[in-house]
T-cell receptor, first 109, second 118 residues
């Protein structure tokens, strides 16, 4: 089983839609969690950290479920500019970031 | 946020030659840098962890004699792809961790280097 698993998609949604991505991780000792966004041929950029209590940043909401070892990202009111690959990142031992393969989102008019 | 500069952003080289990629932390000291490789439509795969002043730790399946890593200072790590072959063509990205880091410290990435071996 891979350490961090994501559905690669692509998720093809119209503008204004709500879309949710899930990510599961295998290491129960993982300490911190992030969602990154990666545009084609660019480096990943931090979208948001994920906390046990859940956190929201504008149209984006992240949730962590430690018991089930998954994290989620919800995007409301999708914009064309949200089209990208969303990477789930888990910090395990020694704080080494481990990446999921990413979920591709395509928002169309 | 912290800035990590990676150079070059794009390189095309002939098969059999070596290519050096630099990763610099511009406004912080990085005791640890990570080197990743990403093939099309794949995730970032950790190649090695580089610690300042010591030998890099390579992930299983990554040839240390082919991918030479040097982390001679707190702000610079280099990756040299030796005797490059077309199958080494990929997107290489470095990531730096600040000297003072916790589990909640995000990863700061360089801009990436797209290597094409012809």
């Amino acid at each position: 089983r891979k350490e961090v698993e994501q559905d690669p998609g692509p998720f093809n949604v119209p503008e204004g839609a709500t879309v949710a991505f899930n990510c599961t991780y295998s290491n129960s000792a993982s300490q911190s969690f992030f969602w990154y966004r990666q545009d084609c041929r660019k480096e990943p950029k931090l979208l948001m950290s994920v906390y046990s209590s859940g956190n929201e940043d504008g149209r984006f909401t992240a949730q962590l479920n430690r018991a089930s070892q998954y994290i989620s990202l919800l995007i409301r009111d999708s914009k064309l500019s949200d089209s990208a690959t969303y990477l789930c990142v888990v910090n395990g031992g020694s704080y080494i970031p481990t990446f999921g393969r990413g979920t591709s989102l395509i928002v169309h008019p | 946020g912290a800035v990590v500069s990676q150079h070059p952003s794009r390189v095309i080289c002939k098969s059999g030659t070596s290519v050096k990629i630099e990763c610099r932390s511009l406004d912080f000291q990085a005791t640890t840098m990570f080197w990743y490789r990403q093939f099309p439509k794949q995730s970032l795969m950790l190649m090695a962890t580089s610690n300042e002043g010591s030998k890099a730790t390579y992930e299983q399946g990554v040839e240390k004699d082919k991918f030479l890593i040097n982390h001679a200072s707190l702000t610079l790590s280099t990756l040299t792809v030796t005797s490059a072959h077309p199958e080494d063509s990929s997107f290489y990205i470095c990531s730096a961790r600040p000297y003072v880091a916790t589990a909640n410290t995000e990863a700061f990435f360089g801009q990436g280097t797209r290597l094409t071996v012809v």
